[in-house]
């Protein structure tokens, strides 16, 4: 079943506005990642938040992570046009036999308007 | 330093033809999958090598999907017999796991760093 569960699907807003976009699971994780696409192509790995951990930043990124909601939110503080992309989280199973397997959620289509 | 490479970058082939899609990982990376992604969708999990062992291919959607890795470093994906329904884009990624500190067979922590895909449309 799907690990991740993205909402909005969509997101629009006006440059320098906030973003936030947030990811729910279903089972016990390792570790969650953040990723970013543009144009349907390769992905950019934007920011890893362990399970032992509740927030974590980089630049204008704030990641938070509530194991006990079994959910993740990403924030991207003054938008820029520049932002536009599709992101998605992913998530790294606990007690999973893959070494380093990612379940992908359907990702939040984000447009920033200059 | 290079990134992960794929080629083709675009592929229109007939329905019933055989296809190979080849993925050049990072050098050094030991890990590498295997994803595709449909028109709008998010990722879905085809295979994972270690080296050149495969430990996880329940990603494969049939037995018409097979992939191989030889010395460690480049992959091709092969589709044989294609349908209209595997036209996707089919996104390589290649990891160097580490394993958590203090722990003994800990679970590793890593970040994938993925190809530009290879979109392949089945006429």
């Known amino acids: 079943s799907q690990q991740g569960e993205e909402d909005p699907q969509a997101l629009s807003i006006q440059e320098g506005e906030n973003a936030t976009m947030n990811c729910s699971y279903k089972t016990s994780i390792n570790n969650l990642q953040w990723y970013r696409q543009n144009s349907g192509r390769g992905l950019v790995h934007l920011i890893l938040?362990?399970?032992?951990?509740r927030e974590k930043h980089s630049g204008r990124l704030r990641v938070t992570l509530d194991t006990s909601k079994k959910s993740s939110s990403l924030l991207i503080t003054a938008s820029r046009a520049a932002d536009t992309a599709s992101y998605f989280c992913a998530t790294d199973h606990a007690g999973g036999t893959s070494y380093g397997k990612l379940t992908f959620g359907q990702g939040t289509i984000l447009t920033v308007h200059p | 330093g290079a990134g992960v490479s794929q080629s083709p970058s675009n592929k229109v082939t007939e329905k019933g033809k055989d296809v190979e899609l080849r993925c050049d990982p990072i050098s050094g990376h030991t890990a590498l999958y295997w994803y595709r992604q449909s028109l709008g969708q998010g990722l879905e999990f085809l295979i994972y090598f270690q080296g050149n062992s495969a430990p996880d291919k329940s990603g494969l959607p049939s037995d018409r999907f097979s992939a191989e890795r030889t010395g460690g470093s480049v992959s091709t994906l092969t589709i044989q017999r294609t349908q209209q329904e595997d036209s996707a884009v089919y996104l390589c990624a290649s990891s160097f796991p580490r394993r958590r500190p203090g722990t003994s067979g800990g679970r590793s922590y890593n970040e994938q760093f993925f190809g530009p895909g290879t979109r392949l449309t089945v006429l």
């Open positions: 938040i362990r399970s032992n951990e």
